[in-house]
């Protein structure tokens, strides 16, 4: 599941994300993973695995921002084609993400735009698209990095996701195409 708070604070933030299909290799890695290697923080069974393929396309937006307004800066969805190149991690404070590093010119050409137009909180300036595999407890996702998979992915979107946080705090989610 996505994390909607931002990191060292309580502020709740909006993600737009694209979503694919879960790849074959994605889904077997997934059931290969031991459960002792992932990292789940509550009873919730929050991060471990995630359920949901997508890139992030812009994280960390205002709640408050307007949907309408964001989407005048979308490309059409057929536009979010992606390749995937490799399997790396990144080190957060209490655990690894498993992830694919995502080649796609239009994602990284609406990321800038957008983080132009719109206020952004996040710490991560620099964008790298990925797709999250798993969260794993710290050194656990060593033995799965690849410098190249074995075949060329590409994968087509399947929708835009717009998740955001109402005004009661009870997170929403708006699928679009």
Known sequence: MISMKHKNTNREY???MVEYETPDFIQNLHKSLPKNEL???NDN????IEEESHVTLVPCLDNDIDLTELK????KLSDYKIVLTDISK???DNFDVLKCNVNSKALKDTNKEICKRFNTHSEFKDYKPHMT???MKHGMADKYLKNILDKMIFLKPKNFHFSF?????NEK???FE
């Open 165 to 169: 946080v109402d005004k009661n705090g």
């Open 72 to 75: 005048k800066y979308l490309k």
């Open 90 to 92: 990144f080190e957060c």
């Open 133 to 135: 595999i798993a969260y």
């Open 173 to 175: 989610h708006i699928r």
């Open 45 to 48: 069974n929050d991060y471990g």
């Open 39 to 41: 990292y789940v923080e």
């Open 14 to 16: 909006a993600f737009l």
